[in-house]
């Protein structure tokens, strides 16, 4: 395992979060660090240099996106050799968080240079804390695939995670993957949609795949921007299922019949405890 260098002649690659959409989120740790390094290699260097003019940074910036990461890996490894510190950052959000970065990282780590974090934005975690879905676990699945054969067997594989399920998605494909989690997980799956996340319209749509469906037939305008996509699917437990048809042989049964019979005939045709079921039949009538 490679350790970090103790080389202080040798510069520090920084991971700097930028803004979402809303400045006002840009840390005064993040500014002082681009304005400290020697280079910033960025996404798409017209984006990020509108952002630097706004708050005054004049670093020199490069590029460093999906087709070339891999090959500025070693130009940025040395420019650490020869003591500059270089800042890594994307479009918006925390960067390698689906964006462009990791070869980059692993590259330099396993040369032994030292990486830093600067926290701050992520879509991500600002969407899930918001959701009211369970945050205890939660599995990132990025952006899925553009064809919907392929989207549904992704989706298809969550049946199998714990926790809450999180995906990016385009305000072109939103309806289509929608369409998608109805086919897969039908009313069993509750959602939450994080539209434009710290934007002037944010907003958080919830319900079944169908119910947000129906919300963006009755106001198109919330098909507008990015999307953070929460899933969170339950499937019943055969306790649950069994309870769920108990209570459904009883209710039909109690309509003609008191609360003692109904238990009876209802252990006749479940196998169930009478005991059990008389309790239940007590409960239904409270």
Not at 170 to 177: F, G, L, P, V
Not at 198 to 215: D, V
Request: aromatic share 8%.
């Amino acid at each position: 395992m490679v350790s970090h260098s103790t080389d202080e002649a040798r510069g520090a690659l920084y991971i700097v979060a930028t803004p979402i959409g809303n400045l006002e989120d840009f840390s005064s740790r993040a500014i002082s660090t681009l304005k400290a390094v020697e280079y910033i290699a960025a996404e798409d260097t017209r984006h990020t240099k509108r952002l630097l003019n706004h708050f005054g940074i004049e670093t020199r910036l490069f590029s460093l996106h999906d087709h070339n990461e891999r090959d500025k890996a070693a130009y940025i490894g040395e420019l650490l050799s020869q003591g500059m510190s270089v800042a890594l950052v994307s479009d918006a959000g925390t960067p390698l968080i689906s964006d462009p970065g990791y070869h980059v990282v692993s590259y330099l780590r396993n040369k032994g240079f030292l990486i830093i974090p600067v926290p701050g934005p992520s879509a991500l975690i600002a969407a899930l804390c918001a959701s009211g879905l369970p945050t205890d676990q939660f599995f990132f699945a990025g952006f899925l695939p553009a064809k919907t054969k392929s989207r549904k067997d992704v989706m298809s594989s969550w049946k199998q995670q714990s926790g809450t399920v999180v995906f990016y998605e385009s305000t072109h494909r939103i309806i289509d993957s929608m369409k998608d989690v109805e086919t897969v997980f039908g009313s069993k799956a509750k959602l939450v949609l994080a539209r434009e996340i710290t934007k002037t319209f944010e907003t958080f749509l919830s319900g079944t795949a169908e119910e947000i469906l129906q919300q963006f037939s009755v106001d198109a305008n919330q098909l507008k921007g990015e999307f953070v996509v929460m899933l969170d699917y339950r499937e019943e437990t055969d306790v649950e299922s069994k309870d769920i048809e108990n209570r459904r042989i009883l209710a039909v049964l109690l309509e003609d019949l008191p609360v003692k019979q109904a238990a009876q005939l209802a252990a006749k045709i479940t196998g169930e405890k009478k005991n059990a079921l008389y309790q239940i039949a007590l409960e239904m009538q409270s």
